[in-house]
T-cell receptor
């Protein structure tokens, strides 16, 4: 039972590079979300989706894009990475009040 | 907007002793959930316990229990008989209830986290 799968687990980028963090879930959950975790700030919501074709911004959306073409996948795109985007990123899917988290991606932007 | 505050950046406890982690929140909603998540060094987010706001009874899961004070907007976590494996970062989190409608029910608001150290 895979649950929520995030790739890659670690990534180093140079300022200005682009990349996509992948997130897939096999539980047929409608709701998916992306969070970033920074020291002293907990986890903050970047973007979320309530179903295929529907996305919306969270608390810290600037510099990130998302799309939801299928129920299973919810990729997070960094179009032009900045050092301020160095963080740990978590994808989550949810059913009713329960959230299921991926194992996280540690991203460093130099 | 809801806010969650954990005022203890770090806590420590002796093995087998009891420790309480504090959490306060601010909301104008009446229907919501509160959670405690554990994050060990593996980075995995593990749900420890959850509390529905409409329930007066405090939630309990084995050695973990909460003290939910709705009027005071306080939600503390008590860990009894602490074990070395309890050492981790602990996050308090808030989520709008499903009865509130709309899409907000899926969003979590987290506190800053408390690092718990367990001494043998």
């Amino acid at each position: 039972n895979a649950g929520v799968t995030q790739t890659p687990k670690f990534q180093v980028l140079k300022t200005g590079q682009s990349m996509t963090l992948q997130c897939a879930q096999d539980m047929n959950h409608e709701y998916m979300s992306w969070y970033r975790q920074d020291p002293g700030m907990g986890l903050r919501l970047i973007h979320y989706s309530v179903g295929a074709g529907i996305t919306d911004q969270g608390e810290v959306p600037n510099g990130y894009n998302v799309s939801r073409s299928t129920t299973e996948d919810f990729p997070l795109r960094l179009l032009s990475a900045a050092p301020s985007q160095t963080s740990v990123y978590f994808c989550a899917s949810s059913y009713r009040e329960k959230l299921f988290f991926g194992s996280g991606t540690q991203l460093s932007v130099l | 907007a809801q806010t969650v505050t954990q005022s203890q950046p770090e806590m420590s406890v002796q093995e087998a002793e009891t420790v309480t982690l504090s959490c306060t929140y601010d909301t104008s909603e009446s229907d919501y959930y509160l959670f405690w998540y554990k994050q060990p060094p593996s980075r995995q987010m593990i749900l420890v316990i959850r509390q529905e706001a409409y329930k007066q009874q405090n939630a309990t899961e084995n050695r973990f229990s909460v003290n939910f004070q709705k009027a005071a907007k306080s939600f503390s976590l008590k860990i009894s008989d602490s074990q070395l494996g309890d050492a981790a970062m602990y996050f308090c989190a808030y989520r709008t209830g499903m009865n509130a409608g709309g899409t907000s029910y899926g969003k979590l608001t987290f506190g800053q986290g408390t690092i718990l150290t367990v001494h043998p």
